[in-house]
Nanobody, 122 residues
């Protein structure tokens, strides 16, 4: 089992920044990639970014490219999502996930955190 705990959400004005953290514990060696997803009220969960633990290879959804950065600290088993130039449409609950596939498909991830709320005011 792998446990994931997100932190760092909050309320920020449009144009501001937040950094989310996802601390992994347990059998983290069994995972290959980490992803960040978000879900706004009334909408489906959508992919934001993903990273491979060992190589640092990343991918992003188009709407956050150039604004968000995903990174890992292997020594701390922690994944980060630096979010800059935030927009009201970024408002959602953000979830981190871990799995054995580097993908934007949420169903391919095995372990999920509890989520952290990000609210961007206009």
């Amino acid at each position: 089992q792998v446990q994931l705990v997100e932190s760092g959400g909050g309320l920020v004005q449009a144009g501001g920044s937040l950094m989310l953290s996802c601390a992994a514990s347990g059998r983290t060696f069994s995972t290959y990639a980490m992803g960040w997803f978000r879900q706004a009220p009334g909408k489906e969960r959508e992919f934001v970014a993903a990273i491979i633990w060992s190589s640092g290879t990343t991918m992003y959804t188009d709407s956050v490219k150039g604004r968000f950065t995903i990174s890992v600290d292997n020594a701390k088993s922690t994944v980060y999502l630096q979010m800059n130039s935030l927009k009201p449409e970024d408002t959602a609950v953000y979830y981190c996930a871990a799995g054995q596939v580097f993908t934007e498909i949420p169903g391919k991830y095995v372990y999920w955190g509890q989520g952290t709320q990000v609210t961007v005011s206009s």
